[in-house]
């Protein structure tokens, strides 16, 4: 008898990363929820979750999670593996908000009350089992645009509805709204300006040395020693010679260069930008099948005719996967911008770590991660939709 | 008509064509055959420009192709290739619409010659136009990649090795749609391959290219009778020519009144066929039958025997 005639045997019923998931979530029942501070500077107390949620919800959100982890535990269906990992959310989202309430004083505005390791485990643990079911969905690319827009919603109507304002992170958001959606335009612009710079040049500049040997060696050969340099470093690299310009011309002065803020910002993310647009097209161009460009020249397109009705089409999905590499990679690395006065996201990171003040790091960090995120998810089914053309 | 005179190409140092001249009349298909690195290949596009010639010149109906743009000349000139080419990101009705498109038709126009093409190589429209070629089979994107080339009604084809990716069966009927479009059509077709058999079965004309030169450009009936040289002999096949001869020749002059047994030939086949079928079934007449199914009489091993040997 083998083991495929035995269903029930516990490696039919278990599934392996779900005994990853119920450890960390059963781990994150044993450990604090919440951490209570009077005010930004002092040592935390933490609360667990009985004591922060007392009555009923607290033993709701237990059984909850110990509900959830058991049955992330089981081999079931993807779709309600994803329900369970979004019920589980939801309810941690809630719970948060309900424990952060209760554990902060009436009327008090210094207190600090954030998440503590056993919410952030849960949410690792849930986080996961919703991935790994989106994956094992194995969704069309619209629906995981659907998915993401249906997510984002849920998270705006949570955050709109001041459960989790007396939340630390929010108190500090509230401390810095107008900062906040300044400095989140500023890195939006860094990100996806430098990713504008670098596709116009890029382009050109990748089908221009394509036909040369030489010059392609020579080309990719710069644009990955300027890929080796630290981020840190090569910010730091621009502000003199940026500065020599804005003192010298005083026409580079007036459009806003300068040794330090957004334009060696800018300049440092374009030139990170550039070799992933470069090497992509080149890879692009390559992939054409040569008896596709032989035919069109036979046939009579004229240069400009074949670049622009089978070459570049044909190039274009490994172009718009250089475009999903450069903004997840711009939109991470525009955070150390802030460093030499380019603003974004990192101001609220760098203060925070000035600060020893965690919450303030958060700011920065969260709206960063997704950012990245979303846009990874964006583009991927992107990618994916032009790829799939013609190729079925 | 394309007349080529004294045509050279060198590449660096080497000589890939040497001093060829030969002239293709108006609607002949003629066939270009060599071993590869023969020049046949860097002939061919020498008539459509994607190559430039050293020296020599090639006329189309009289006129110096080197004076007429190169785009120009060639959206005047149907070109397929070995593999199709198509074009994996275009449906088969816009990779046939190529161009047309180029050539600034109106849509309706374009619309209606991609159906007219698609009719004309047994592809039901409603269900090939929207397909991509990935979506098709090795001879049916073989036939998309030729009607792509007629789109345009061109009086000249070129193809370059148009059936090597298929297998024999295909071939076989790619080929034969081929004579019987070409005659439907009226179109010149300079093609190239490295199959003898090819050439005899298809060409009017056989240039038969090595080393850079043409050794010899004539019917296929000379070339198989008195090859020019020993290269062009070995081509063919020593042990082959006879039959090769007998595959030329037609059933209908050698059918003679008299009853035979077994099953009929058709009147189209060639005395190969009928020597085959009597020397298979062991029989010494075979009947022949015209298209309707009437006897016409009967074609003998005799016949086909004396006719399989070397003319005087």
Redesign the interface.
């Known amino acids: 008898m083998t083991d495929n005639s035995t269903p029930l045997s516990s490696r039919h019923v278990i599934d392996r990363l779900g005994i990853v998931i119920f450890a960390l979530a059963v781990a994150g029942l044993f450990c604090p929820f919440v951490l209570f501070r009077a005010n930004r500077i002092v040592a935390g107390e933490a609360r667990y979750a009985l004591d922060a949620l007392p009555g009923w919800p607290g033993y709701f959100l237990l059984a909850a999670v110990g509900t959830g982890a058991v049955l992330a535990l089981l081999r079931l269906d993807s779709r309600l593996r994803l329900a369970v990992s979004f019920a589980a959310l939801a309810i941690l989202a809630v719970g948060l908000g309900w424990a952060v309430d209760s554990v902060t004083p009436a009327g008090d505005k210094i207190s600090r009350t954030a998440p503590a390791l056993g919410f952030w485990l849960e949410l690792l643990a849930f986080g996961l089992l919703a991935a790994d079911s989106v994956v094992r969905l194995g969704l069309k690319p619209l629906s995981r645009i659907a998915l993401l827009i249906a997510v984002s919603v849920a998270i705006a109507t949570i955050l709109l509805s001041g459960i989790w304002s007396d939340l630390s992170v929010l108190r500090e958001y509230a401390n810095r709204a107008d900062v906040f959606w300044r400095e989140a335009a500023t890195h939006i612009a860094l990100a996806l300006g430098s990713l504008v710079a670098a596709a116009l040049v890029g382009l050109p500049l990748g089908i221009a040395i394509h036909p040369t040997k030489r010059l392609r060696a020579v080309v990719t050969g710069l644009l990955s020693a300027v890929q080796t340099i630290p981020s840190i470093a090569l910010f730091g690299l621009l502000i003199a010679p940026l500065a020599w310009l804005a003192a010298t011309v005083p026409a580079a002065a007036a459009i806003g260069i300068a040794g330090i803020g957004a334009a060696p910002a800018m300049l440092a993310l374009f030139l990170y930008s550039l070799m992933p647009v470069v090497s992509n097209t080149l890879a692009g161009l390559d992939a054409v099948p040569p008896a596709a460009n032989v035919a069109a020249r036979g046939m009579g397109m004229t240069d400009a005719e074949r670049l622009l009705q089978v070459q570049l089409p044909l190039a274009f999905p490994s172009i718009l996967a250089a475009i999903r590499i450069v903004l997840v990679q711009n939109i991470g690395l525009a955070t150390v911008a802030a460093l030499i006065g380019g603003g974004g996201f990192g101001v609220f990171v760098f203060q925070g770590v000035g600060q020893t003040a965690m919450d303030l790091v958060l700011l920065g960090a969260v709206p960063t991660v997704a950012l990245a995120f979303a846009s990874a998810v964006i583009l991927d089914a992107a990618v994916e939709l032009v790829s799939v053309k013609g190729r079925t | 008509m394309i007349e080529i005179e004294h045509l050279s190409k060198f590449f660096d140092e080497t000589c890939v064509v040497d001093d060829v001249s030969m002239t293709i009349p108006g609607g002949a298909l003629a066939v270009i055959v060599g071993t590869s690195g023969s020049g046949k290949t860097t002939l061919l596009r020498m008539i459509?420009r994607?190559v430039e010639p050293s020296s020599g010149r090639i006329l189309i109906d009289g006129k110096d192709i080197s004076a007429i743009p190169?785009?120009?000349?060639?959206?005047?000139i149907g070109?397929a290739?070995?593999?199709?080419?198509?074009?994996?990101?275009?449906t088969v009705g816009q990779n046939i619409a190529?161009?047309p498109h180029?050539l600034g038709w109106d849509a309706a126009k374009v619309s209606a010659r991609v159906e007219e093409l698609l009719d004309l190589f047994q592809l039901d429209a409603a269900e090939f136009r929207d397909r991509?070629?990935?979506?098709l089979s090795g001879g049916q994107q073989q036939r998309v990649?030729v009607a792509?080339?007629l789109a345009a009604a061109p009086k000249l084809l070129?193809m370059d090795e148009p059936f090597g990716a298929l297998d024999p069966i295909i071939r076989a009927r790619a080929q034969e749609d081929l004579r019987q479009i070409q005659q439907r059509l009226g179109t010149t077709i300079v093609l190239v391959t490295h199959d003898m058999n090819e050439a005899i079965h298809l060409g009017d004309r056989i240039a038969v290219m090595d080393r850079a030169k043409l050794l010899q450009y004539d019917t296929p009936q000379e070339i198989v009778i008195r090859p020019a040289t020993e290269f062009v002999g070995e081509l063919l096949g020593s042990g082959e020519r006879p039959f090769r001869l007998l595959s030329l020749q037609p059933l209908r002059p050698y059918i003679e009144p008299g009853e035979a047994p077994g099953a009929a030939l058709d009147v189209d086949a060639s005395l190969r066929d009928a020597l085959e079928e009597a020397l298979w079934s062991g029989r010494a007449a075979v009947p022949v039958r015209d298209g309707a199914g009437k006897t016409l009489g009967r074609v003998t091993l005799a016949t086909a025997i004396r006719q399989a040997a070397r003319p005087q």
């Open positions: 459509n994607l190169p785009h120009e000349l060639r959206r005047q070109y290739i070995q593999g199709h080419g198509l074009f994996p990101h275009r190529t161009v180029l991509y070629p990935s979506q990649g792509r080339a070129l």
